[in-house]
């Protein structure tokens, strides 16, 4: 069974950081394409960033600059560290998996993973 886990969520004010977690377990980590999505109260679920299997990212134009995905493959572990960070990023953050890393750009796009955790919730103060 494939299950991602996150943490690391809290409250911050604005221009502040977090580091998320999202620990793996189940599958071939490494093989995957891994993500980060978030959801605003009243809005679709959009993807923040990802990595593929060779470590290759891709980020939202809203966060780029801003965020940073990264991996810890001996430790089955993804993050994402999160910096200058404003109420629009005010949200449910989720992690999700997904064997085909080669599609790791398209499926960030349109949402499209097989596995996701339960979310962790960011909230950023004005």
Avoid: H
Avoid at 105 to 126: E, M, N
Wanted: proline residues 3%; glycine residues 12%; hydrophobic residues 30%.
């Amino acid at each position: 069974q494939v299950q991602p886990v996150e943490s690391g969520g809290g409250s911050v004010q604005a221009g502040g950081s977090l580091r998320l977690s999202c620990v793996a377990s189940g599958y071939t980590y490494r093989r995957y394409c891994m993500g980060w999505f978030r959801q605003a109260p009243g809005k679709q679920r959009e993807g923040v960033a990802a990595i593929d299997s060779g470590g290759r990212t891709d980020y939202a134009d809203s966060v780029q600059g801003r965020f940073t995905i990264s991996k810890d493959n001996a430790k089955n572990t993804l993050y994402l560290q999160m910096n200058s960070l404003q109420p629009e990023d005010t949200a449910m953050y989720y992690c999700a998996a997904d064997p085909d890393s080669d599609g790791c750009t398209w499926r960030l796009k349109t949402v499209a993973f097989d596995y996701w955790g339960q979310g962790t919730q960011v909230t950023v103060s004005s």
